[in-house]
Nanobody
Framework: QVQLVESGGGLVQPGGSLRLSCAAS????????MGWYRQAPGKQRELIAA???????SYLGSVKDRFTISRDNAKNTIYLQMNNLTPEDTAVYYC???????????????WGQGTQVTVSS
């Protein structure tokens, strides 16, 4: 019964910061790659940051110098620190993880429910 739950979204002014969290719970054997996606109205969902279990990170070019992805394996949690936010960052942000549950020992991709980030003055 693996679940991913995001938190930390909200309304912020341009130039402000937010820190998103995604906690995985359930009967988990291991968690491999994890990442953050976002989807703005009328646009495709896009991968903006990913991180391996060993904390190797990669970023979409438009967020590379502003966002930082990290993970705490002991807590089965990843984070997305977002700085210098602009209105173009407004979107629903989704957590994604490749999880191996005890019930099957077969990797499966899980999604969180999404958290809204709105950047506006």
């Amino acid at each position: 019964q693996v679940q991913l739950v995001e938190s930390g979204g909200g309304l912020v002014q341009p130039g402000g910061s937010l820190r998103l969290s995604c906690a995985a719970s359930g009967s988990i054997f291991s968690i491999n790659d994890m990442g953050w996606y976002r989807q703005a109205p009328g646009k495709q969902r896009e991968l903006i940051a990913a991180i391996t279990r060993g904390s190797r990170a990669s970023y979409l070019g438009s967020v590379k110098d502003r966002f930082t992805i990290s993970r705490d394996n002991a807590k089965n949690t990843i984070y997305l620190q977002m700085n210098n936010l602009t209105p173009e960052d407004t979107a629903v942000y989704y957590c994604n993880a490749m999880v191996v549950p005890f019930s099957t020992f077969v990797p499966y991709t899980y999604w969180g429910q999404g958290t809204q980030v709105t950047v506006s003055s």
